[in-house]
């Protein structure tokens, strides 16, 4: 059987290929952060992790996940309602909940199982969600696996989000689905709006921040934050694997009932394991820090301020954001490709990004900005794109010239 399998494979796997569709993976062998080293020996800029604030390799939540380590031991071999519960994940779960002024919280071993495991133990065929088109992979299998009545709205279009409430009526309970920050494009779901069309027609919210928390609010509660919403939203969905540290974890914060219906009947929560100790250790000290300063947050808006002000001046077409994504438009796949090989020649490592993850003819690199990154590290950044950028002739003509 496997031999007939195996060419089948093959066939598509080259199909993959020759589209020019095949994901490689580059070789990191330094810890993640601004400045990184590769398989190859290089040492480049990283302008393309989530490392947003800077915490993956940060000293104070090393210090804490060692100090777990000693006192906690390595794994928890257990699902939560087992054995697989300590103290540690008791406080983790409550700073989460603090931190984003809801009732509790529930972890996951990762975001994907969080957004997989909300909808299903909450709501039925009687239901309806109503989803923005461009939400993330793991809440449309979320969504798959619920029985609630479907509906999908544009891209943050709230005349189309209307629609599809009026279409809803007739359903017992409305939840609208949304990212916070949408990862392609950088811009932020307009949850002000959201609101008020939720409270007109009788539904509840939930938001993944998984791009916006840590990084989008003053004190980067998120999106919910931005809009003046703390603890109005439902539910809130989000990842330890981005801003907030960025090893493993996620998490569904929100209304009492709603944890407390997850906790029961939630599947990958039910059927998974629990997170390591030290991941929780780390991010109780993670959330700690985050309360007592907004150092972090203020770096990474006044960096990304920096970031497009000058890429802007330097002729690039950089689509507006609210987060620090920042999708510098090349429009076609090939170039996007070709720019990012080069790019990694001049020491900045980032990623071009095209059809299917984007819709054709919309392919671009998205920079990532970071409380890690330096002035240096954004001037180098800048200059690096303005050289290749002239070589492949993608520059807006009457750039302004000076800063070249
Ligand atoms: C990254 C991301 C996830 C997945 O998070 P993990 O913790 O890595 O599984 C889910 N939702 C959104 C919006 C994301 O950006």
């Known amino acids: 059987m496997y031999e007939k399998f195996q060419s089948f494979l093959q066939k598509e796997l080259t199909g993959i290929e020759e589209a020019g569709l095949f994901k490689r993976e580059r070789i990191i062998v330094s810890p993640q952060g601004a400045e990184i080293k590769i398989n190859t020996g290089a040492e480049v800029l990283n302008f393309c992790a989530n490392n947003y604030l800077g915490l993956s390799n940060n000293a104070k939540l090393v210090a804490a996940a060692k100090k777990a380590l000693d006192s906690h031991g390595y794994g928890m071999s257990s699902v939560r309602f087992i054995c697989g519960t300590s103290d540690l994940h008791k406080e983790l779960e409550k700073k989460i909940a603090e931190f984003f002024g809801m009732e509790d919280t529930i972890l996951y071993a990762a975001c994907f199982d969080a957004n997989g495991g909300v909808f299903e133990p909450l709501l039925g065929e009687e239901d309806a969600i109503i989803s923005d088109s461009l939400n993330h992979a793991s809440i449309i299998d979320g969504v798959r696996l619920c029985k609630a009545v479907r509906y999908r709205y544009a891209n943050a279009d709230m005349e189309d989000l209307e629609k599809q409430l009026q279409a809803a009526q ?235």
């Open 170 to 404: 007739a359903q017992r309970f409305r939840l609208i689905v949304t990212d916070g920050v949408f990862s392609m494009d950088g811009n932020v779901a307009p949850l002000d709006k959201i609101y008020e069309l939720a409270n007109k027609y009788d539904a509840m919210i939930m938001v993944d921040e998984s791009h916006s928390a840590g990084v989008v609010g003053r004190t980067g509660r998120g999106v919910t934050e931005l809009y003046n919403l703390k603890g109005k939203i439902e539910i809130i969905t989000g990842t330890l694997g981005k801003a907030f540290g960025g090893a493993i974890g996620g998490f569904t914060t929100g209304k009492k009932e709603v944890i407390d219906m997850l906790r029961q009947r939630s599947r990958p929560y039910l059927f998974s394991n629990s997170i390591p100790p030290l991941v929780a250790s780390a991010g109780i000290k993670m959330v700690e820090m985050m309360s007592e300063t907004n150092e972090l947050q203020d770096k990474l808006h006044e960096n990304t301020a920096y970031f497009v002000e000058k890429m802007l001046a330097a002729g690039f077409d950089i689509k507006p954001t609210q987060s620090a994504i920042c999708a510098v438009m090349l429009y076609d796949a090939k170039l996007s490709q070709e720019m990012a090989a080069k790019l990694l020649n001049e020491g900045i490592y980032v990623i071009g990004f095209y059809y299917p993850v984007v819709p054709k003819d919309k392919a671009r690199i998205r920079v990532q900005i970071s409380a890690a990154h330096e002035r240096a590290h954004l001037d180098k950044c800048v200059a690096a794109f303005t050289k290749v950028g002239k070589e492949l002739g993608v520059l807006k003509s009457g750039g302004c010239g000076c800063c070249s």
